[in-house]
C-alpha cells in the first residue's frame, strides 16, 4: 500500500509538471483562436508602422532579459511599485507597449482571463519577424504574468549597454542560459529599427579604427558633435525595414551602428566565423534565430499556478 501511495504521489507530481511545461499547443483546447487574434492585432499595427515591428521584438527581449518572461515590462508605476519602463535602458526608448495591450484587448474579447500577457509579447516578437520578412517559428506558450516589476535588475546590468564589449556580451547572455551562437543570432535583430545618436555618437568621433571612415561620414549627419542626441538613425541603412543578414555583411565591413554590434567581428573577436557565416548563409541566420528566440522566450517562465493572468498587461490584477 504504501509502494502504491509513492507511485501515485510519484504520478501526480509527473502530472503537475507536464501541465507547467511550455507547448506551441498549450491554448488549443482553452482558446483556439488566441494565436490568429494576436496575429491579425499585430499586423494591422505593422501595417500602419513598420517601424514597430523591431520595436516589438526588443520588447520581447528586454522583458525576458529582466527577471523572465513575465510581461514585468508592461506594468506602469504605482506608488508602491517603479515601472521597468523608467530604468535607463527602456526610458523613452522602449516601444510597442499599446500594441500589446491592444492584442491583449482582441484576446480578452474571445477568451477572457486564458492569455498571459506574457505569451502575447513572445508571439508578437514572432509574428513581427515573420511580417517584416524573418523566420516564422513555433512559439511555446504557458506562461503566466508577474505580479511586479523589477526596475533595480533592469538597472543593474542585465540589459546589454550599447558600450557593451564582447566578454561582457558572452557573460550576460551565458548568466541567461544562451550561448555564443544565440547571442551573434539575437544581435541580428538588428537588421531592423532605429537607435538614438547618443547611443553611438562616440563611436562617430573618436577617430576609432574599427569603423568604416565613409560609414562615419554618413551617420554623422545625422547626429552633430553637438546636440541631437534623440534623432534617429537606421541600425542598417540599406534594409533598415526589412530582415535580413545584412548586418552580418554590415558587421565585416565595419558598418556596425553601436559599438555592442561590432565588437561582433573584428580583431580576431571569437564570433567572426559565426558573423561570416551568417553573412552567407541567410538560411542558417534565420534557422538559428529562430531556435535564439524560443530559447530566450523559457528564461525564468513563470507557470502552473505562478503568477497570475492579467486582466489589462498594464496593471497587476
Sequence with gaps: MAIFKILVL???????????QLSPTFYDQSCPNALSTIRSSIRTAISRERRIAASLIRLHFHDCFVNGC??????????TMESERDAVPNFQSARGFEVIEQAKSAVERVCPGVVSCADIIAVAARDASEYVGGPKYAVKVGRRDS??????????????????SLDELSD????????????????????LGQAQCVTFKERLYDNSSDIDAGFSSTRKRRCPVNGGDTNLAPLDLVTPNSFDNNYYRNLMQKKGLLASDQVLFGAGASTDSIVSEYSRNPSRFASDFGAAMIKMGDIQTLTGSAGQIRRICTAVN
Design 70 to 79: 513575465d510581461a514585468s515590462v508592461m506594468l506602469v508605476a504605482t506608488p
Design 172 to 191: 550576460l547572455f551565458l548568466r541567461k542560459g544562451l550561448n555564443t551562437r544565440d547571442l551573434v543570432a539575437l544581435s541580428g535583430a538588428h537588421t
Design 10 to 20: 510519484l504520478l501526480l507530481g509527473f502530472s503537475c509538471f507536464c501541465q507547467a
Design 147 to 164: 505580479t511586479a516589476a523589477f526596475r533595480a535588475i533592469a538597472d543593474s546590468g542585465d540589459l546589454p549597454s550599447f558600450r557593451a
